[in-house]
Every structure is written in structure tokens, then in C-alpha cells.
């Protein structure tokens, strides 16, 4: 664990060995949600993940242990970072995109196809419309305060910066993203959609992503919400590895949406 900087921000990063088994496997680099840190990941799936992937990690302007600025959250501006990240690597990497972090994932495998090996996107939305109406944020409440001392111990900005970040990520929320179908279907890297059966995303908006994406798998793990990978984790990562160790495009017994492709090798 370091800083680095990225686009001349000092960033917090987290880049860890590669299996001594398994020296060829790929770097898996792993994208967290808005409001959130690498941490949420890296103890959710991380632990399962590292034992067969080289895993990769950094928090994003104004999240986690990396320093905001002045300027209002973009996912834009995420997908520079991610893409400065991936440069920094040296190598093409698989992403796993949470939440925003799914968002960011769609955009750097849109605008930077050679970096990017796999995608997996969970619990993402590519159209602000795409979000499920939840209840609005008490600032005054418990929860708020509960998750602002939180912020506050990891981040260099402190507890006091935790509404901010609040604030612009909502203000994000509800103008972006702006990406149609159209833009998905221009994504030539593997995507596996993956989400909860009870998401803040609707689940027709989860649907359209994965039929819009040219080589798209979809994966809707029952019995479980937004927190999926917690709550499911061991299945999750089942799902995961298998997405991205098998052969490409997948051969099954009645092909219909994917009835004209061929396997890769």
C-alpha cells in the first residue's frame, strides 16, 4: 500500500503479488462504489480473489484514503484515474467495477479497449434514469453520523468533509451517467453483468445493459440486494472466476443470442 499520483492528484493504492502458483494469471483491478473505499472490497472478495490473481486496487478522488479537491465528482473524471491507474500497471488488466465503480469500468473498457482484459460490473447502472427511488439521506440522523465518523478515520480531509462528499456524489447521481444502449453496444471487451434480485437498480435497466453489450453474460444472484457481494460472497466469486478463467464466447446447448458466435482459440 502507497501514494501515488495520478493526473497529479496523490492517490492511495494497493497492489499486491501474484499467487506464487500462478504467475501468469492476470492483474484483477478492483473498482469501489461512491461513498465508499477500496477497503469494502478488498475485504468482501479480495481475500478469495488474491489466491489466484495478482490484485490491484486504488480509491478515487475524494473517497477513501485519497484527498478531494474543490471540483465536483464526474465519472468522466473517475475514468481518467482508472485509466492513469492502468497505465501505471504497464499491463491490460481485468476490472471488477462496483457500483460507480461499475459505471467507471463501462467507460475505460468504452474509450480504453487495449488496457482492459474482462469486465465485471456489478450493481451498476449506465443511465442515471436506471436508479430505483430510495429514501433521502438524514444529516442529521444516526446512520449519517455513524457513516460520517467512519469517513472521517480513513480520510485525509477528515469527518467534517463527509457531507460534502455526500453532497456532490448526489448532485452526480442525478444528472449521471448519460450513456444509451447505443454506447454499449460500441464496448468490444467481455462484460459479465452481474447484480442483486433486489437492487437500487431496476432490474429492466440491468437487463437492457447486458443485451445491449455485444459479448455480455448476466448473472442475478437471488435472494440477495445492492450488497451482494457481502452478502453472498463465496458465490459471487465463484461467478467471477468462472467469467473470467473460461473460454470465450461460451458454448452451450441452445444457442440463440449468441448462436452466430465462435469460441475463441
Known amino acids: 500500500m502507497a501514494k501515488i499520483k495520478l493526473n497529479g492528484h496523490r492517490t492511495w493504492v494497493s497492489i499486491g503479488k501474484r499467487p506464487k502458483k500462478r504467475k501468469k494469471r492476470p492483474t484483477v483491478v478492483l473498482l469501489h462504489g461512491g461513498m465508499s473505499s477500496s477497503a469494502s472490497l478488498l475485504r468482501s472478495i479480495g481475500p478469495r480473489l488474491e489466491k489466484y490473481y495478482r490484485i490491484a486496487a486504488f480509491d478515487r478522488r475524494g473517497h477513501g484514503r485519497t484527498a478531494d479537491t474543490d471540483e465536483p465528482f464526474h465519472y468522466n473524471a473517475m475514468a481518467n484515474e482508472t485509466i492513469a491507474f492502468l497505465e501505471y ?60 465518523k467512519k469517513f472521517g478515520k480513513r480520510s485525509p480531509d477528515g469527518r467534517r468533509h463527509a457531507r460534502e462528499v455526500v453532497e456532490k456524489t448526489l448532485e452526480m447521481f442525478a444528472s449521471e451517467p448519460i450513456l444509451r444502449t447505443s454506447n454499449l453496444a460500441n ?79
Not at 461499475?102 to 460490473?121: E, F, H, S, T
Not at 455480455?216 to 463465496?234: D, F, M, Y
Request: charged share 20%.
Open 187 to 265: 464496448i468490444h471487451v467481455p462484460v459479465l453483468v452481474m447484480a442483486g434480485d433486489d437492487e437500487v437498480i431496476a432490474l429492466s435497466h440491468t437487463c437492457s445493459m447486458y443485451e445491449a453489450l455485444p459479448e455480455s453474460q448476466l448473472a442475478i444472484v437471488p435472494g440477495t440486494s445492492h450488497a451482494v457481494l457481502k452478502e453472498r460472497t463465496k458465490e459471487s466469486v465463484r461467478i467471477i472466476r468462472h467469467f473470467l478463467d473460461s473460454r470465450l464466447p461460451p458454448v452451450t446447448l441452445y444457442p440463440v443470442r449468441r448462436a452466430s458466435a465462435k469460441p475463441e482459440g
Open 89 to 148: 500497471l504497464g499491463k491490460p488488466a481485468h476490472l471488477i467495477g462496483y457500483s460507480d465503480g461499475g459505471i467507471v469500468a463501462l467507460l475505460v473498457a468504452m474509450r480504453r479497449p487495449d488496457l482492459v482484459k474482462r469486465v465485471v460490473v456489478v450493481g451498476a447502472n449506465y443511465h442515471y434514469s436506471g436508479l430505483v427511488s430510495t429514501p433521502p439521506i438524514d444529516f442529521a440522523g444516526k446512520e449519517f453520523a455513524k457513516w460520517a
